[in-house]
C-alpha cells in the first residue's frame, strides 16, 4: 500500500514569489490535512480537504490557500512568500479526519525563503 | 484558544530505563488522544493513540489518560537508543468522524547507551 506521495521533498523560493505544493494521500483516504511545522512554533494546522471541499481552517492568513481534486490528490499555494514562512510542510492523510485515528503523515515539503 | 502543552526537554534516560513524557491540554472536550514520534529530518509517525481514561499498553508503549485531569503521559519501557526522537501529542475533537488535531510541541528524548 502506497504511503503518502508529497512533491518536490525542498523548494527554495525568493520574497513575494508564489509556490504550489502537492500531496496524494493513501489510496482510498478521503481527507488530506495540511500542517506547517516550524522550530518554534511547532505544528499548525493550515487547513483541511474532505471530498473537494474545505473542511476546517486554520489560522493562517489568506495567502495560504488550498484545493483538492476528485482522486484526493490535494494542492496547497502560497502566495506573496515571506521570510517567515520557511518552514516543513506536511500533509496528512486519513480516511475521513484526524480525529478518529490520527492521520499518516507525508515525507513533507522544505519550503525556504530567501 | 485550544492548547496541548509539552515539556520540550530534553529528556535524557539510560538504556533500559523507563522513559516518562507528560502532555496537558486545554480543552475539556476532547476525545481522541495521540502519540507521534518524529526523528530529526522526518516527519510524524503514529506510535499511539487513546479514548478513554486508564492505560493502553503496547509493547514497551503504554498510554495515559485521565481527562479529570486534562493530562496524557507517554511511558516507553526498557528504553533503547533507537528511541531518540521527538514525542508530539496531539489531541482531537471528534464531531462525527471531523476534526483537526491540535500538537503540542514536542519533547525530546534522547536515550544514552
Known amino acids: 500500500k502506497a504511503g503518502v506521495t508529497q512533491t518536490p521533498r525542498y523548494l527554495i523560493k525568493t520574497r513575494g514569489q508564489q509556490v504550489t505544493l502537492s500531496c496524494s494521500p493513501i489510496?482510498?483516504?478521503?481527507?488530506v490535512s495540511w500542517y506547517q511545522q516550524t522550530p518554534g512554533q511547532g505544528l499548525q494546522f493550515l487547513f483541511e480537504y474532505f471530498s473537494e471541499t474545505q473542511r476546517n481552517k486554520g489560522n493562517f492568513p489568506g495567502r495560504f490557500s488550498g484545493r483538492q481534486f476528485s482522486n484526493s490528490r490535494s494542492e496547497m499555494n502560497v502566495s506573496t512568500l515571506e521570510l517567515g514562512d520557511s518552514a516543513l510542510y506536511l500533509c496528512?492523510?486519513?480516511?475521513?479526519?484526524?480525529?478518529?485515528?490520527?492521520?499518516?503523515f507525508g515525507s513533507g515539503t522544505r519550503l525556504t525563503v530567501v | 484558544q485550544k492548547e496541548v502543552e509539552q515539556n520540550s526537554g530534553p529528556l535524557s534516560v539510560p538504556e533500559g530505563a523507563i522513559a516518562s513524557l507528560n502532555c496537558t491540554y486545554s480543552?475539556?472536550?476532547?476525545?481522541?488522544f495521540f502519540w507521534y514520534r518524529q526523528y530529526s529530518g522526518k516527519s510524524p509517525e503514529l506510535i499511539m493513540f487513546?479514548?478513554?481514561?486508564g492505560d493502553k499498553e503496547d509493547g514497551r508503549f503504554t498510554a495515559q489518560l485521565n481527562k479529570a485531569s486534562q493530562y496524557v503521559s507517554l511511558l516507553i519501557r526498557d528504553s533503547q537508543p533507537s528511541d531518540s526522537a521527538t514525542y508530539l501529542c496531539a489531541v482531537g475533537q471528534v464531531r462525527g468522524s471531523q476534526g483537526n488535531l491540535i500538537f503540542g510541541k514536542g519533547t525530546k528524548l534522547s536515550v544514552k547507551p
Open positions: 496528512a492523510s486519513s480516511l475521513d479526519g484526524g480525529s478518529y485515528v490520527g492521520y499518516t
Open positions: 489510496s482510498g483516504h478521503r481527507s
Open positions: 487513546i479514548y478513554s481514561n
Open positions: 480543552d475539556r472536550g476532547s476525545q481522541s
